[in-house]
């Protein structure tokens, strides 16, 4: 990859970051504690200091920008709460101050040496790293309802045709994943270490949604009582939902297990319509843009309401790239381009507010649309590490969620697009629902 690509690369992810910054009032960085996001400042200091430890201490020998902080900027030695001890941490001038001080010996260390594929590598791990934390500034600004991100329009800018019903996808033997060998330091082949390596899978046919879940389909189960439906819900989806009356009840607004009319976090009934919150506003309720912010447990109640179910990871990955044995490998649904705004809804630019049919020159090889950018899409596959996994340069990028969470694919609205491909993971809790979640389903094979 050429030097000026990453250092494009780099530019752009500092400004995105400071601009989700710098757009906040000194107030909004006081906000109280929440237990699903991390405060804005310690996202910016954390990032610089994974470029430290990363490129600088790992290549160089160098020693940190403050020592004393260092402890403070690591996730795995500050405890969440502690976070957002405005006191524990510098200002918002002094913490700029180091971030673009980080951002510029990287762009001078990029510049003025060779580079090395192990440099490229690292490089790109370092800036991808930050990519994933500008998603997590912008869910923290819809969690904690400030103002929108300065870059968030309500342009359409790919409109499409409407589409409905599945795409039928022919049984075969699959490629899943990308190498795990050497070729994880070219181009082409980046990937993480959860996308790693390369596998053949042999699938019967399935029939998968041409289009994610709409906010029109959604509302047609809330609306037919589908959170008061005992047998619509798993046990762990009746936990989740017992949890969520059980915090209402504490703050009087619930009666008990399944009485109590319940829809979407950031959905209301207001003025004879329903409403959703899009960061500090509420907005009428788009019908035909994809659900977002639901829970694998409320994707899974749907299904069961509809007759519909889940794919799993590897039937999204397929429905989404088509890789067979002996063909080129496509990393995106349209090829081995990176996503442009006519493909695919991404960057937090118009957050998943325009139609499920939208962006018709994203489609994948069977028709699906919107497999990338929109909505995270939950699948019914637990996040396990695949055959011949190897811990990569950061031995927690993967390993802490193995088990216990549920795969996502395909990045969502706030995902930057340099970030994704058709392989990447993502890996959520089954409860977490601050994150730009949607789904789209399978049909239920015949009987």
């Given at each position: 990859m050429?030097?000026?690509?990453?250092?494009?690369d780099?530019?752009?992810?500092?400004?995105?970051?400071?601009?989700?910054?710098?757009?906040l009032p000194?107030?909004?960085l006081?906000?109280p504690?929440?237990?699903g996001?991390?405060?804005?400042l310690?996202e910016?200091?954390?990032?610089?200091f994974?470029?430290?430890?990363?490129?600088?201490?790992?290549?160089d020998?160098?020693?940190?920008?403050?020592p004393?902080?260092d402890?403070?900027?690591?996730?795995?030695?500050?405890?969440?709460?502690?976070?957002?001890?405005?006191?524990l941490?510098?200002?918002?001038?002094?913490?700029?101050?180091?971030?673009?001080?980080?951002?510029?010996r990287?762009a001078?260390?990029i510049?003025?040496?060779?580079m090395?594929?192990r440099?490229?590598?690292?490089?790109?791990?370092?800036i991808y790293?930050q990519n994933?934390?500008?998603?997590?500034?912008?869910?923290?600004?819809?969690?904690?309802?400030?103002?929108?991100?300065?870059?968030?329009n309500?342009e359409?800018?790919?409109?499409?045709?409407?589409i409905?019903?599945?795409?039928?996808?022919?049984?075969?033997r699959?490629?899943?994943?990308?190498?795990?060998d050497?070729?994880?330091?070219?181009?082409?082949?980046?990937?993480?270490?959860?996308?790693?390596p390369?596998?053949?899978?042999?699938?019967?046919?399935?029939a998968?949604?041409?289009v994610?879940?709409?906010?029109?389909?959604f509302?047609?189960?809330?609306?037919?009582?589908?959170?008061?439906?005992?047998?619509?819900?798993?046990?762990?989806?009746?936990?989740w939902?017992?949890?969520?009356?059980?915090v209402?009840?504490?703050?009087?607004?619930?009666?008990?297990?399944?009485?109590?009319?319940?829809?979407?976090?950031?959905?209301?009934?207001h003025?004879?319509?329903?409403?959703?919150?899009?960061?500090?506003?509420?907005q009428?309720?788009?019908?035909d843009?994809?659900?977002?912010?639901?829970?694998?447990?409320?994707?899974?109640?749907?299904c069961?309401?509809?007759?519909?179910?889940?794919?799993?990871e590897?039937?999204w990955e397929?429905?989404?790239?088509?890789?067979?044995?002996?063909?080129?490998?496509?990393?995106?649904?349209?090829?081995?381009?990176?996503?442009t705004?006519?493909?695919?809804?991404?960057d937090?630019?118009t957050?998943?507010?325009h139609?499920v049919?939208?962006y018709?020159?994203?489609?994948?090889p069977?028709?699906?649309?919107q497999?990338?950018?929109?909505?995270?899409?939950?699948t019914?596959s637990?996040?396990?590490?695949?055959d011949?996994?190897?811990?990569?340069?950061?031995p927690?990028?993967?390993t802490?969620q193995f088990?216990?969470?549920?795969?996502?694919?395909?990045?969502s609205?706030?995902?930057s697009?340099n970030?994704?491909?058709?392989?990447?993971?993502?890996?959520?809790?089954p409860?977490?629902?601050?994150?730009?979640?949607?789904?789209?389903?399978?049909a239920?094979?015949a009987?």
């Amino acid at each position: 990859m050429d030097k000026a690509i990453i250092l494009a690369d780099l530019e752009r992810t500092r400004q995105r970051t400071r601009a989700l910054i710098t757009s906040l009032p000194e107030a909004a960085l006081d906000v109280p504690y929440h237990p699903g996001v991390n405060p804005p400042l310690w996202e910016m200091g954390h990032a610089a200091f994974f470029y430290e430890v990363f490129v600088f201490n790992l290549l160089d020998g160098t020693p940190s920008y403050n020592p004393a902080m260092d402890d403070l900027w690591d996730s795995f030695h500050v405890d969440h709460r502690d976070r957002w001890c405005r006191d524990l941490f510098p200002g918002r001038e002094e913490t700029l101050a180091y971030f673009d001080t980080i951002y510029d010996r990287m762009a001078d260390r990029i510049r003025s040496r060779p580079m090395t594929d192990r440099d490229q590598y690292l490089y790109r791990y370092a800036i991808y790293h930050q990519n994933m934390h500008i998603e997590s500034l912008i869910w923290c600004r819809q969690t904690v309802g400030y103002p929108a991100p300065p870059d968030v329009n309500s342009e359409r800018p790919a409109p499409g045709e409407r589409i409905d019903g599945d795409a039928v996808i022919p049984a075969g033997r699959w490629l899943i994943g990308i190498p795990g060998d050497s070729a994880a330091f070219a181009d082409t082949d980046f990937g993480f270490d959860n996308e790693k390596p390369r596998f053949e899978v042999e699938l019967p046919a399935f029939a998968i949604s041409r289009v994610p879940v709409s906010n029109r389909e959604f509302q047609a189960f809330v609306e037919d009582g589908g959170y008061r439906r005992p047998e619509l819900w798993s046990f762990g989806g009746r936990k989740w939902l017992q949890t969520e009356i059980d915090v209402a009840l504490v703050h009087g607004c619930a009666g008990p297990l399944m009485s109590e009319p319940k829809h979407p976090l950031y959905w209301r009934w207001h003025d004879e319509q329903w409403q959703e919150r899009l960061f500090d506003r509420w907005q009428a309720l788009n019908p035909d843009a994809p659900v977002t912010h639901i829970t694998y447990w409320e994707a899974e109640a749907w299904c069961h309401w509809a007759g519909r179910r889940l794919p799993t990871e590897h039937e999204w990955e397929v429905a989404a790239l088509g890789n067979q044995p002996g063909e080129t490998f496509r990393r995106r649904p349209w090829g081995n381009e990176p996503p442009t705004p006519a493909q695919a809804d991404m960057d937090g630019r118009t957050m998943a507010q325009h139609p499920v049919w939208d962006y018709p020159e994203g489609d994948s090889p069977f028709g699906c649309r919107q497999m990338i950018g929109g909505v995270w899409e939950w699948t019914s596959s637990q996040f396990f590490p695949y055959d011949g996994f190897r811990i990569d340069m950061y031995p927690f990028m993967s390993t802490l969620q193995f088990g216990d969470h549920k795969v996502t694919r395909g990045g969502s609205c706030a995902t930057s697009s340099n970030l994704i491909r058709g392989t990447y993971r993502q890996a959520y809790l089954p409860l977490r629902n601050d994150v730009y979640t949607g789904f789209r389903t399978c049909a239920l094979p015949a009987t």
